[in-house]
């Protein structure tokens, strides 16, 4: 048995008797193993006894499930309305060029900070009022 | 010892006020972690004896401890922006420690539910509907006829679910009583449970809230013996903004893929797992526990204006001078809000347009700033309330670019369950870049000869190609299932027919195509 499928069976367990339990396996699967991969994908519809294309149909609809692990540190940086009413546009360049090839820069829409935008996230971290500087630095230290 | 109050809110958080806490204790001060007043441009806020200090940093703590330091406020509960609010949903805002059962208690909290059990459900719900209150989701509907229709529903389980998703931008007032007094959103769901027979709750929560979510699962932890036995449970979504519809919440919270469902059945009726189910936002459950309390009912409906009843925590965001939380009654209208309240943008420069209700909401134009604050009169201007939320934007703004990014923001999140939002979105991008281009040229195809309707000696100019977008947006307005197709039309019309000269050098064009849609 290989590593991922004891975490896996560990993690079906944990929410198996819930009442809709497939989004809150997807969750932690995702938080502990950095994805939700075709095999991830498999052996939950295996212990729930769903189709693999039903649970695909789902780890493919929403934003948080990636296909593949990412090693790279991810900052997420919204570009919603409120934020692009702050500026983000004008220092989005500024992230990505200082994030290289090294960190991974998201778009997220709105992390409820929109009166003190631009905003960013890394973790469980947040991060508001970023300028140029903020936000170079922000990635650098990511 | 001093005795220091310092937020423990997100947005406070992301300022520095946990090393500003740490600073404090350092000094020797006694630091309590409260909940946010909800003045945002002052975050963080440090609270000694009532005064207040901010936006404070560390190397402002010892000017504020010795009395000098520049950052004074005076005393927040005198500050303009929060003697001017009624607040009955944020009424313990700044006040009491967010997971402290004691301040809650002791301002008043459980007395709602308490008395909900006394007078029994048909009474709560009279009362619920006596108050006013109607949905502050979004859709502006009667909370009280919503528990009826749940609460005469035969079944053997019913739920109570509570919509945190909060995908707007600008709005932060769920996250805000999330994180700042939790268990009154508790409270108000228990109340809920009572009212309709259900004894199960959820609350659906967004992922990109991470304090919010820490806190419900404390909070919830913390009073499962005094809610008992009614059981709530915490369940973070996945990134999808379309998840706050309702329906396609209720597909989300049972594993499914979060597409809209077609209504009818209501979720009232079959909801979560095919049981009678209450879906509600944050705002609409955190007001229930003060309408119940003795007098709560009638002391709400007392304020508001026309048919939208009681006080709306509004949303100051974007380019704002004083942006944060005002709970006031409805009936204030924008330009108050923006000018006299907010200050102006935060720029300086002059306000150009205001986005109110999210994405789905219209860009208002500073000519229109006596609207007041009332569902009815805000949907008779083609604008929304929705959530809340007042995101300002000042001259610099490129509205065109603005539209384009509703377009964007719909590709990107449409559910994909229609053909007007699922495709119109991409094509509505499309079509905004060619506008910006100034129009195109005729393509191969139409160059052939067998194509005899297209002019061949010229191509298509920018007014072709709005009357295209025209045309587009009224497909996807009565074409869509839900208010994501089905709204974002209305920021990209209202930025094209307040703003023309963002989208072409020939206004008059805008006009013509808005005036005569595309053949
Ligand atoms: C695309 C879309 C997104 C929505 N997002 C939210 C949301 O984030 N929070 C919310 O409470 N309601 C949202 N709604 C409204 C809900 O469908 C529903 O009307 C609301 O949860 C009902 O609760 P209320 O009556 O208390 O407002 C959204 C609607 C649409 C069409
Ligand atoms: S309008 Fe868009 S989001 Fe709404 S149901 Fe249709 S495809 Fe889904
Ligand atoms: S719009 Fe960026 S945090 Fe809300």
Redesign the pocket.
Known sequence: MSDKSEILGEIIARHHHREGPLLPILNDVQAELGCVDAESEALIAKGLNLSRADVHGVVSFYHDYKTEADARPVVQVCRAEACKARGVEAIIDNATRAAGERVKIETVYCLGLCSAGPAARTGDDLHIRLDAEGITKLVEDA | MTKVRISDDALARAGGADKLAAAFEAKGCEVQRTSSWGMQWLEPLVEIDGKGFGPATLTDVDAILDGTSDKAIGLIEEHPFIAGQTRFTFARAGKTRPLSLEDYEATGGWAGLKRARQIGSEAIVEEVKESGL????????P?GI?WDTVRKAEADQKYIVC??????SGTFA?RMVMEGDPFQLIEGMAIAGEAVGATRGYVYL?SEYPDAIRKMNAAIELCADIIAPFVCEVRVGAGA?????????LNSLEGKRGE?RAKPPLPALEGFLGKPTV???????AAVPHILTEGGAAAYKDVGFGRSRGTMPIQLAGNIKHGGLYEIGFGVTLGDLVNTIGGGTASGRPVKAVQVG?P?GAYIHPDQFDIVFDYETFTEADALIG?AGVTVFDDTADMLGMARFAMEFCAA?SCGKCTPCRIGAVRGVEILDRIKAGGRKRDRLELMPQMHNTQKDQGRDAGDEIGLLTDLCETMKFGSL???G??TPYPVMSALKHWPEDFTRNPELVEKAMSEPAE
């Open positions: 109607r949905g502050r989701g979004g859709a502006g509907f909370t919503k919509n945190a998703d909060e995908g707007d769920d967004r903004y379309v998840c706050g519809e309702e329906t396609s919440l809209v879906v509600n936002n944050v705002l609409s459950l999210g789905l959530h999140e839900c208010a994501l089905g709204f």
